[in-house]
C-alpha cells in the first residue's frame, strides 16, 4: 500500500533562516507525491508535486521539493523563511486517492 | 475565480440531531470528495463521487451519507451525529482520479467545523 512519513510534528525556524519539512514515502511503482498547507481554520491549498521529470519541484509562496529515490524522501524546503509560513504542511501520495500523511506544524518566530 | 465553496463554515447540533453540509464547485470538475479531519490529524477520505458513480470507503461509518444531485453540488447527511463525528469537513474536487502524468490536484474547500454538544 502506498504511504508517505512525516517524522516530525512540529519544526521551529527562526524568520529568515531556511527551512525544512521532512517527508518519506513508501510505494510501488512510481510515485505522485504532493505538498500541501493548511491554515488555520481553513481548507488544504496545494503547493507543489512530483510527477515526473526534474527531481526539483517549485511550488507556490517560493516552497521547493527535492524528490530523492535513492532516500525515498520529498523534502520540503524553501531558503527563507516567513512569519507567514507558520501552518500545518501535509506530505501526501496518490493512488487511486491522495493519502495525507501526519502533518508538521511549521512554527516560524520573527 | 473558480473555486469550492462550503456551507455552512460552522455547525453546531445536538447528540443524535441529523446534519448536512453542503459544498458546491465552479470549476466543473468530475470528481468530489469529502474528507473528515480531526483537530490537527490527517485528512480521512469518507467517499467520493465520479460524476454520479458512488464511492465509499470501507471505514466510513453508515452514519455518513452524501448526495450528489448535479455537477456542483455534493452534500455530506451525518443521520445520527455522535460526540466523535465533532471535526472539520473538508470538500476537494478534481477532474479525474487515478494516477498518471495528468495526476490532478485536489482543490479543497475551506471546511465546515462541526461540534456536537
Known amino acids: 500500500a502506498q504511504s508517505v512519513a512525516q517524522p516530525e510534528d512540529q519544526v521551529n525556524v527562526a524568520e529568515g533562516n531556511p527551512l525544512t519539512v521532512k517527508c518519506t514515502y513508501s510505494?510501488?511503482?512510481?510515485?505522485?507525491l504532493f505538498w500541501y498547507v493548511q491554515y488555520p481554520n481553513r481548507g488544504l491549498q496545494f503547493l507543489l508535486k512530483?510527477?515526473?521529470?526534474?527531481?526539483l519541484v517549485k511550488g507556490s509562496y517560493g516552497f521547493e521539493a527535492e524528490f530523492n529515490k535513492s532516500q525515498t524522501s520529498f523534502h520540503l524546503k524553501k531558503p527563507s523563511a516567513l512569519v507567514s509560513d507558520s501552518a500545518l504542511y501535509f506530505c501526501?501520495?496518490?493512488?487511486?486517492?491522495?493519502?495525507f500523511g501526519t502533518g508538521t506544524r511549521l512554527q516560524v518566530f520573527p | 475565480d473558480a473555486m469550492v465553496i462550503q456551507n455552512p463554515r460552522y455547525q453546531v447540533t445536538q447528540f443524535g440531531k441529523p446534519v448536512t453540509l453542503s459544498c458546491s464547485q465552479t470549476?466543473?470538475?468530475?470528481?468530489m470528495y469529502w474528507y473528515q479531519q480531526k483537530s490537527s490529524q490527517a485528512p480521512k477520505l469518507l467517499f467520493h463521487y465520479y460524476d454520479k458513480d458512488f464511492n465509499n470507503e470501507a471505514d466510513t461509518p453508515d452514519n455518513f451519507q452524501s448526495r450528489r444531485p448535479n455537477t456542483s453540488f455534493c452534500f455530506l447527511d451525518i443521520r445520527s451525529p455522535g460526540l466523535g463525528d465533532a471535526a472539520m469537513y473538508l470538500c476537494?474536487?478534481?477532474?479525474?482520479?487515478?494516477?498518471?502524468?495528468?495526476?490532478?490536484?485536489?482543490?479543497f474547500g475551506a471546511g465546515s467545523r462541526l461540534t456536537v454538544l
Open positions: 510505494v510501488s511503482g512510481n510515485p505522485y
Open positions: 512530483y510527477i515526473t521529470g526534474d527531481n
Open positions: 476537494a474536487t478534481s477532474r479525474k482520479t487515478g494516477t498518471g502524468t495528468g495526476a490532478n490536484v485536489l482543490t
Open positions: 501526501a501520495v496518490r493512488d487511486d486517492k491522495l493519502i
Open positions: 470549476l466543473n470538475h468530475n470528481v
